[in-house]
């Protein structure tokens, strides 16, 4: 079986839950227009969430057909999301992360914060933040698309779309041009893009370059 | 009478022990993106963040002069700045602190 890559979501339960399911959702979407093999799902332990709660997303995605359909954890993250900034502090975000991870934040401080409050910082290769809060400036609280519902407020309105636009420049798993075919705001989604700011640690750009 | 064979003598599921003042398994500290402040030259004790704070992690301390706040419980409602009669609370980032950091192994 090809590996198969797998993002965790963190977010906060009820006010930010829609915004991680998004790009959970958005994710395996975009990648799935490239002909890739896509999951995205809840994680059942942290349900049913409560206002403010930190809760996780699963998304994963691969070349070959995923044959891990019964493993409900993404056990090794290779990419973690985290929606609101405050989260950093009070769970381990990177547990079970193999080297070389991307950690994506959204966040308005710098990324010398953040870092502060990653005690493993070491398994990183990259840390992305983006003012995800500034460039979208809203948090879609909408129900509709939770437990196999249909989605009617549409995928990416709110800060979603700027940590999408985050996410695919530092990850060749999804296209830009896919996300922004999927994504409602796709004017968040390219200043996102444009205005990540992206810390390449632990030598990571110079292991690329060679 | 019959004896229970002693591999066999374990607790029933989901009990914990009772706790006292604290339950360490229920840490809710991670809850909080916003922290209450306390300023304690304007605080004349009305006692209202006491009794509203709907976790008690707002408590006397016991000296009786001041009012002392629970960072591990703490979900961050910030229902003490709402009902604070002398505005000595005031609501902060959570990350313009180096400490309250509840790292949980496990969620629950």
Known sequence: MARVHEITIWTRGVVKDKEGRDVANALTLAADKEGK??????NYVDLPDRVNVP???YARISDEEIEMRYDYENEKPEIVVVVDQ????????????????????NTDRSPETILKFVPNSALLKTLVCVDADGISGKATVDFSGTEGGIDTAGLGAGIAAPLLGAVAKVTDLVKLENLAGIVKDVEGLRRGYEQAVVVSLNGGAKKEAA | MFTIPKEREVPFAGITPAPVNEQPMMITGNWRTYRPVINHEECNLCMNC????PDACWQLNEAGDEVVWNWKYCKGC??????????????EHELDFEDGVVRLEKLF
């Open chain 1, 86 to 105: 405050a989260i950093v502090k009070g769970v381990n975000l990177l547990r079970g992360m193999e080297r070389d991870g991307v950690l994506v934040v």
């Open chain 1, 37 to 42: 093999f896509t999951q995205a799902f809840d």
């Open chain 1, 55 to 57: 809760l996780r997303k």
């Open chain 2, 50 to 53: 006491v009794v509203f704070c």
């Open chain 2, 78 to 91: 910030l229902i003490c700045v709402n009902e604070c009669t002398h505005g000595a609370l005031t609501k």
